[in-house]
């Protein structure tokens, strides 16, 4: 893949910033993590659900957090120790049981509704809540109800 350098738009542009900075990781050679394996569905015209498969987590040991214009999803497995009574000797493990971070861009007015774990899947609801002022209106197209008075009318002398 080639790489775009995207610097001389940062200089002629304000306020576009955030966007290139998120196709320069997109473009980035960095691999995305694949796990733990995630979906996003649309569950009507302004709501939305991920739903991370996190099998053999606890709700204790996952977090939910959003900052500014992000969702972050963490898990994190509690460590056994050699002796500790609990601990079993586990002679496969196929079921993965490590800490992972996902992370997600919420466009702008999308807030999280709520977030629950059931069968192994955290479903996190979504939903875009557009304000009252920045939804498009109807201008009516009528008269004036009064015509632009003029003042005085004397020439320039």
Do not use: C
Not at 27 to 51: D, F, L, Q, W
Request: cysteine-free; hydrophobic content about 35%.
């Amino acid at each position: 893949m080639r790489h775009f350098d995207l610097s001389p738009l940062y200089r002629s542009t304000i306020g576009f910033d955030r966007l290139f900075n998120m196709i320069d990781e997109a473009a980035g050679h960095e691999t995305v993590p694949a796990y733990p394996p995630y979906n996003i569905e649309r569950t009507g015209e302004n709501s939305y659900r991920i739903s991370v498969a996190v099998a053999g987590f606890s709700e204790a040991e996952l977090s939910i957090e959003t900052k500014e214009h992000g969702l972050t999803i963490r898990g994190s497995k509690e460590v056994r120790k050699e002796g500790d009574p609990a601990s079993k000797e586990v002679l496969y493990q196929g079921i993965a049981a490590r800490a992972f971070e996902r992370r997600f861009q919420l466009a702008e007015h999308v807030q999280v509704t709520g977030a629950s774990l059931e069968n192994g899947l955290l479903h996190v609801d979504l939903v875009r809540e557009i304000p009252e002022a920045a939804k498009p209106r109807q201008i009516p197209i009528g008269k004036s109800a009064s015509a632009p008075k003029v003042v005085e009318t004397q020439k320039a002398a």
